[in-house]
């Protein structure tokens, strides 16, 4: 079993700057690609950005394209989303999860199999 807990949300202003953090316990971090999601209220839950198991390959949805980054540490057992320029549409509860490796990279939700509780980033204009 793995758990994910978020942390690094927060509320700032338009054009500023977040690093949200993901921490897995459990062992064989490195044996799952790595997705970041995010919901806002009324919406369902969208794509943010993907991340492969060594974190050499990344993938984003066309809204945060050029202004986020994600990374892991596999060593730390971490994810990150650096997100730069952040914009009030921005504002949702994000989400990392994981997906196991041998089912291959997805961007659907539901394609996930571990989840954290989310942490909270609201951008005001």
């Known amino acids: 079993q793995v758990q994910l807990v978020e942390s690094g949300g927060g509320s700032v202003q338009a054009g500023d700057s977040l690093r949200l953090s993901c921490v897995a316990s459990?062992?064989?971090?490195?044996?799952?690609?790595m997705g970041w999601f995010r919901q806002s209220p009324g919406k369902e839950r969208e794509f943010v950005a993907y991340?492969?198991?060594?974190?050499?390959?990344?993938y984003y949805a066309d809204s945060v394209k050029g202004r986020f980054t994600g990374s892991r540490d596999n060593a730390k057992n971490m994810g990150y989303l650096q997100m730069n320029s952040l914009k009030p549409e921005d504002t949702a509860v994000y989400y990392c999860?994981?997906?196991?490796?041998?089912?291959?990279?997805?961007?659907?939700?539901?394609?996930?199999?571990?989840w954290g509780q989310g942490t909270q980033v609201s951008v005001s204009s």
């Open positions: 991340i492969s198991l060594t974190g050499g390959t990344t």
């Open positions: 459990g062992r064989g971090f490195n044996a799952f690609h």
């Open positions: 999860a994981l997906r196991v490796a041998l089912l291959g990279m997805s961007t659907k939700s539901s394609d996930y199999d571990y």
